[in-house]
C-alpha cells in the first residue's frame, strides 16, 4: 500500500478521459476557468492529484493544450511497480475476456487497469468521465471497493466554485 500521509488528505487519480474533458468536451479554459488550473496545478505539486504513465501516454498521441499541461506536470505521471502488476491479474478477471484482449492487443497504450491497479495500490480515488457500464473504469473499480467520481463531482470535492 501506499505511503502514510501524517494528515490525512484525499488523493485524487485522475483517467486521460477526465483530463482530454478537461479542456475538450466541452471544456474548461484556463483563461475563462483559472480557478481550475490553479487548484489541479497546487494539487499536482502536493501530490494530492496523480495519474498513471500509461494515461501520459494516452493523452500523449494529441500535441494539444492538456497534452502540454502534462507535459509540464510530468511528475505527477506514476510509473509501473510490482503492487500494480500483481493487481492487474485480479483486475484482468473483471473484465470481459473479448474486451480485454482487443484492448491489450491494440498495440496502444491502455491505461484503464494501471490506473485502477494503482488506485488500488495506493487507495485512492478516481476521477473519470468514462460510464459506469461494463469493461468501463466505475464498473472495474467498484469490485475493489475503489470510488470514481465524475469531474464535476471531483470539482465539488476539492471546493472548485465559480
Known amino acids: 500500500m501506499g505511503q502514510q500521509r501524517l494528515f ?3 488523493v485524487y487519480f485522475i483517467d486521460a478521459s477526465a483530463l482530454i474533458n478537461i479542456t475538450r468536451y466541452p471544456g ?8 481550475i488550473w490553479i487548484k489541479l496545478e497546487d494539487m499536482a505539486k502536493g501530490d494530492e492529484l496523480i495519474s498513471h ?3 501520459y501516454k494516452e493523452i500523449e498521441k494529441r500535441k494539444d493544450t492538456i497534452y502540454e499541461w502534462c507535459r509540464q506536470n510530468k511528475k505527477m505521471f506514476k510509473d509501473i511497480n510490482e503492487c ?7 483486475i484482468e478477471t473483471e473484465y470481459e475476456p473479448e474486451y ?9 497504450p491502455w491505461a484503464d487497469p494501471w ?18 457500464a ?3 473504469i466505475p464498473y472495474i473499480a467498484s469490485h475493489f471497493n475503489i470510488q470514481c467520481l465524475n469531474l464535476i463531482d471531483f470539482f465539488k470535492k476539492i471546493g472548485i466554485k465559480y
Open 8 to 10: 490525512q488528505v484525499p
Open 28 to 35: 474548461y479554459p484556463q483563461e475563462v476557468f483559472p480557478t
Open 53 to 55: 504513465i500509461e494515461v
Open 84 to 90: 500494480q502488476i500483481k493487481k492487474l491479474k485480479e
Open 100 to 108: 480485454w484482449n482487443n484492448e491489450t492487443n491494440k498495440g496502444g
Open 115 to 132: 490506473l485502477i491497479a494503482l488506485s488500488i495500490c495506493e487507495d485512492a480515488i478516481i476521477v473519470t468521465d468514462e460510464k459506469n
Open 134 to 136: 461494463p469493461n468501463h
